[in-house]
């Protein structure tokens, strides 16, 4: 079974500070990892996604297969990144040949000015 | 980036009342859909799994009996809550995939259905 951990229900620190959001996930073949975010009110979105190794808003995410985490990170925080982050997997294929996505229960992220 | 409806955005019902809730892809065609469940302050609960012209795959523990997917086209799921009863009140969403190798999920604003 696929599973995505996030340990912190909430991280909170000051603007300017280092940030770093843990995921844990536990899959059995190559999984893809994702990073969406949910601002007050808004929908949910993706943020980045492992296979892009791309920087959005100043997060990065390296995907360790290893220590199997996929851990978000930004040098320095803006109040503007208070929001809701979730890890997600997309791992194994449905009958109907879907892969299915697995979301960790996600973190809360408090940017204090 | 591709943009997912869902309708209505909220709704408030008798219990014993079916409701349904309606995602689509506004701009692009969806290969697959997801139903998800949002309890306050938790995660995203996949309930089902929705492929155009096929049946759903439904998550363990999801009645499928109670909680009808239509997939009509590839661009539009509907979900039927039937005979809905107060513990069914959430916030229900909907995100879909655009295929060609991507698995980013586009999601839905999410529709808040609460059950009297």
């Known amino acids: 079974a696929q599973r995505v951990t996030q340990p912190e229900k909430l991280l909170s620190v000051f603007k300017g500070a280092p940030v770093e959001l843990k995921c844990n996930y536990s899959y059995s073949g190559s999984p893809e990892l994702f990073w969406y975010v949910q601002y007050s009110r808004q929908r949910l979105q993706l943020l980045l996604r492992h296979i892009s190794r791309e920087s959005i808003k100043g997060f990065t995410a390296d995907l360790n297969k290893g220590e199997t985490s996929f851990h978000l990170k930004k040098p320095f925080a803006q109040e503007e990144d208070s929001a809701m982050y979730y890890c997600a997997l997309t791992g194994g294929v449905t009958a109907g040949g879907s892969y299915i996505p697995t979301f960790g229960r996600g973190t809360s992220l408090i940017v204090h000015p | ?116």
Request: charged share 15%; proline share 3%; aromatic share 10%.
């Open chain 2, 1 to 116: 980036g591709a943009v997912v409806s869902q309708h209505p955005s909220r709704v408030i019902c008798k219990s014993g009342t079916s409701v349904k809730i309606e995602c689509r892809s506004l701009d692009f065609q969806a290969t697959t859909m997801f139903w998800y469940r949002q309890f306050p302050k938790q995660s995203l609960m996949l309930m089902a799994t929705s492929n155009e012209g096929s049946k759903a795959t439904y998550e363990q523990g999801v009645e499928k009996d109670k909680f009808l997917i239509n997939h009509a086209s590839l661009t539009l799921s509907t979900l039927t809550v039937t005979s809905a009863h107060p513990e069914d009140s959430s916030f229900y969403i909907c995100s879909a995939i655009a295929g060609g190798g991507w698995n980013e999920q586009f999601f839905g604003p999410g529709t808040r259905l609460t059950v009297l």
